[in-house]
């Protein structure tokens, strides 16, 4: 097999500690890229949309379940088709306790074209959790995802009062980040919530770590 090159310890450690000093700069290059995003101007969206699940009919305003922060993935299952996207599954496999977004006032949400009934079997078959909603007879797909020119991707969107506001978009490698609740709360538009970030005038933000808390413990 090739591979790279065996060293001392001592040569292992200096060669670390060099790449470290790139992978730190990467981090705070990061932490400025979502700095940005948190000031990324808002877009106000109808709110007429309505969505299926197997509790009936909701509205968008809905699926936020109460909280000010939604996140969308827009699963690529169609209707009348038996393809599962292996990529969207590959994703959604990666959806885990929803509970530290929910104390950070964000909701998660799946959103398909399929119907209802074509969505359950498949959640039960991937022993899925998370809301999982049908989009199926409205425009909600073609106005934020093919108006994006891409057959997938991820939404976020914020409410206030009775508005509702798109904040950010991403499709392609671009929802490659946003796998866990950290990489999900950086593309928020209040972010992490802590002092550190570097966030617009009155986000919400408190002392570091001091919000994580055993997902049962909320």
Known sequence: MNHPPIVTREQWQAARRALLVEEKAHTRAQDALSARRRRLPMTRVDDSYTFGSPAGTHTFADLFEGRPQLIVYHNMLAPDS????????????????????????VTFAVVSRARVSEIEPVKARLGWSFPWYSCHGTSFHEDFVAAEDAPFGLSVFLREGDGIFQTWFTTGRGIELPTNTFGLLDVTPWGRQEVWEDSPAGWPQQPTWSQVKIHDQY
């Open 82 to 105: 038996d393809h599962v996207c292996p990529g969207c599954s590959f994703y959604c496999d990666q959806i885990g306790n929803l509970e530290h977004l929910h104390a950070r006032g």
